[in-house]
């Protein structure tokens, strides 16, 4: 049997009505206790009553001096929820000016690290020009003849420098992005024979490591609007990245295929280690690597995922990642395709 919701009267607004008609001197502390007994007594009868209504009941207190005590709490109650709307709206102020300062604050150090970031890699390149360069005078024998020894440690310099001044192209390119200035000219691109070319550049790294290049497009498949040079790094940061993380035995593979009328599906995937769920955002952030102990297996800035996905934003498409830890990792995105 469903019980009737009791009308809603204002003295159920009213918490501790009894204390605060004590407190005025209305009625004695004794008399509360004889009206909340009084009530207790109605409702285990099943007469759901108020305690303004046990007191009434009683003969000890009148309809108009309950109405008036009722009338002065709910104004009380009133005045202090203004009172307490007006604080919380200037905590809300307060609180919204410090995380304001906080944003400012943040952004002036992102600024500060890009420029920094920029200036020192733009100081590196200088004197790296001239490693290279005589590195590159010795091997080729322009300054004499070298023995056998020297031309394996000068090759392993060669590759060393050659690799340093990739990072700092990267950090150049960081920099770049997180100001705003990574400018992108768009015009027709032959995608096949552009990442053809980036495929071929990375098999010597590959057959380093015992890693299986694959590159796999149709003959017919149509340019793309990209930015050709922008479009190759990226492609080439992901292979690179496959070839890292894929153990001897493994391969990495770039396809090209059409998805629809107007779109041109860029795909490279590996059967390396792969990507634990929780960890999918982390491969974004800059300068962060998952394996991030001091004695990490595999080397880089930790920039390249995060370019690739502004690179691949500027050319208003998205960067789509799927793992399996263990089981390899495949990242693709949609160009647009230009046809006749």
Known sequence: ??????????????????????????????????????????????????????LMELNL???????????????????????????????????????????????ELSQMKANFIANISHELRTPLTHIKGYIELLISKSL?????????????????STKLEGMIEDLIMFSLASRGEMSMKLEATDTRRLLSLVVKSANGKAEERGVKLKFSAPNSIPFTQADSEKIGWAVSQLLDNGIKFTPSGGSVEVILEEEGKNLIQVIVKDTGVGIPQDRMKEIFEPFHQLDGSSTRRYGGTGLGLSLVRQIVEAHGSLLDVKSVEGKGATFKFPLLAIRD
């Open 61 to 107: 207190l009148d309809r108009d001096t309950l109405d008036q005590a009722i009338t002065e709490q709910i104004l009380q109650l009133r005045s202090a929820l203004q009172s307490a709307n007006r604080n919380l709206e200037q905590r809300v102020r307060e609180r919204t000016a410090e995380l304001n300062d906080a944003l400012n604050r943040l952004s």
């Open 1 to 54: 049997m469903s019980s009737i919701p009791a009308k809603l009267t204002p003295e159920m607004l009213i918490p501790r009505l009894g204390e605060y008609l004590v407190q005025k001197g209305v009625i004695k502390e004794i008399e509360l206790q004889r009206a909340l007994d009084h009530q207790q007594e109605q409702i285990v009868k099943g007469n759901s009553i108020m305690l303004g209504q046990a």
């Open 144 to 160: 004499g003849d070298i023995t056998e020894e020297q031309f394996h440690a000068l090759s392993v310099s060669q590759k060393a």
